[in-house]
């Protein structure tokens, strides 16, 4: 018997091209018509046989406006291979748009004149690695924040020190201004009762500090100005005591303050206020300002003294943390969702890990169930890769056909251990 006997039919070679693991079809002509297709690759498009004949495009309507009907073009058009890995594809199954992600290649097969006769379409469903490899830089990416919201915490730590650092100083310095505010009290009273209020005397002492002084009296027009009010606003005592410095607050200030000073000289009482007002450079300073009635000898009202200091740093340090406090807070509603999403993802790759080892354990049954048969049956098993023309067989064949146990086998190798009469 001629060895042409044993040779597989088309049909025989079909049915062994079906059950390949490897997804894989053979498409004609640029609109890559389904020539065939094994059973891996139907069950990746979720179609049946009924797509063989018709183009990729006609049997999966859904490839329409994603890129792959077009490297069809390009393959056969030009004879190329196009491949790709981690390759997203939204497929059609059961009625529902589903994405997958894909290994994947496009080859031109060509004649011996070069020609090209179809394109070999291969395809590995990598979607399990990739969501598993995206879910891993999802939660390294919230490693990186948890690491974040530490420094951060680190940083808020080191701000609240600052902070309570800065406060204690202000304590001191209000705590001496109460003093000096006190003292200079004491001194106008003194100075009234005794020598009714000694000018000199008075102005010696405000033009010899830095704390912003001036006098109003029971009108509330102003009668004396300190040094540091013309250094401040760079605005002459004669200016200052025509047009006042009232211009200089800043406008979301202004209405507020004038109303504390306004109706505190109303009622004859102390009052204190804090202001942004602008400066000669051109800048807005913070002033704390506080003002304990004057009284002439009799008691009676006799206007203001005045006192201010410049608070703009305690300001922009209570500004800072405020933002910093914002900060956190934003950061913290972020980290609550992002543990939110890490716990679903986790939930979802325990899941898959518990399938996966219930699917190795029944694969791992199924192998050593069909090994016992065989040997118990004394069954010869043997496939051939078309390719190739490798023979892969059992020792039992082997042993029958009187072949090297140890060496691979081609399909020559079979023909001649088979009696030529046969």
Wanted: glycine content about 4%; proline content about 2%; overall charge negative.
């Amino acid at each position: 018997m001629h060895h042409q006997n044993y040779l597989l039919s088309n049909e025989q070679l079909l049915q062994v091209f079906n059950l390949t693991h490897t997804a894989t079809a053979i498409h004609i002509t640029e609109d890559a018509i389904i020539q065939e297709a094994n059973d891996a690759m139907l069950r990746i498009w979720g179609k049946d046989r009924s797509v063989i004949g018709k183009s990729l495009e006609e049997a999966l309507p859904e490839l329409k406006g994603q890129p792959f009907i077009d490297m069809f073009k390009k393959v056969w058009n030009e004879g190329l291979t196009i491949s790709g890995k981690d390759t997203a594809a939204d497929l059609e199954i059961n009625g529902e748009i589903l994405t997958f992600y894909f290994d994947f290649e496009y080859k031109a097969i060509k004649d011996e004149s070069g020609k090209v006769i179809c394109i070999l379409h291969t395809a590995i469903d990598v979607t399990e690695r990739f969501l598993k490899k995206e879910a891993e830089e999802r939660a390294a990416e919230k490693e990186i924040a948890l690491q974040r919201e530490q420094e951060l915490n680190e940083e808020l730590a080191a701000s609240n020190e600052e902070l309570l650092s800065t406060n204690e100083e202000l304590q001191v310095a209000q705590e001496k201004l109460s003093i000096l505010n006190n003292e200079l009290e004491e001194r106008v009273v003194k100075r009234v009762s005794e020598l009714s209020e000694s000018e000199d005397r008075f102005r010696t002492m405000a033009e010899g500090t830095d704390i912003f002084i001036a006098v109003g009296d029971e009108t509330g027009a102003a009668i004396y100005f300190n040094k540091p009010w013309v250094e401040l606003t760079g605005r002459s005592v004669e200016d200052l005591l025509e047009f006042g410095w009232a211009d200089l607050i800043h406008p979301e200030d202004r209405d507020r303050y004038v109303g504390i000073y306004l109706s505190a000289l109303e009622k004859q009482e102390p009052f204190a206020g804090e202001f942004r007002i602008l400066n000669k450079k051109g800048n807005y300073r913070w002033l704390l300002a506080s003002g304990p009635p004057r009284l002439h000898p009799d008691g009676t009202f006799a206007g203001y003294i005045s006192s201010c200091i410049d608070i703009t740093d305690r300001k922009q340090h209570q500004e800072e943390l405020q933002e910093l406090n914002e900060e956190m807070a934003a950061a913290n509603e972020e980290l609550a969702a992002t543990n939110e999403e890490l716990a679903a993802t986790n939930e979802e790759l325990a899941q898959t890990h518990n399938d996966l080892v219930a699917y190795i354990k029944k694969l791992s049954d199924s192998e050593e169930k069909l090994l016992q048969a065989i040997e118990t049956g004394k069954m010869g098993t043997w496939s051939i890769d078309p390719n190739t023309m490798k023979v892969t067989m059992s020792a039992f064949v082997k042993d029958l056909l009187g072949l090297d146990m140890e060496k691979e086998v081609d399909i020559d190798d079979v023909m001649k251990a088979v009696h030529q009469d046969y």
